[in-house]
């Protein structure tokens, strides 16, 4: 099940969002809005979430949540971007993945 999180997670909302591959939550982080997506098997599905819900693509990245341990990982195909100097599955600016670290945690962690 996919959420859109714009405040604090819920246990419900995680217990939900893990269903689909258990140990690990797949998301979409609009680092303008602060909004993000997750739950699903794939980043592109929660990326369409966030596109329907008025985000544009250029400010979406793909992420991940390891609630156990609390890691927070940038690895996603939504990410690959020539135009946008994003070559890799993982995010290469230092100064995106602090944003998008920082809009996880401030949802996910307790």
Partial sequence: MIHLIRERTTVDQVSQMQ????DYIKLAVDVER???????AMHADCEAAL????????NIW??????????V??????????RQGNRALEVQDPGLRERIEKIVRERFAP
């Fill in 19 to 22: 269903e689909a591959l258990g």
């Fill in 34 to 40: 602060e909004l993000l997506a997750g739950g699903g």
């Fill in 51 to 58: 596109l329907d819900e008025g985000s544009f693509q250029e």
């Fill in 62 to 71: 793909g992420a991940g949540w390891f609630p156990d341990s609390q890691q």
């Fill in 73 to 82: 990982t940038f690895d996603s195909l939504i990410n690959i971007r020539p």
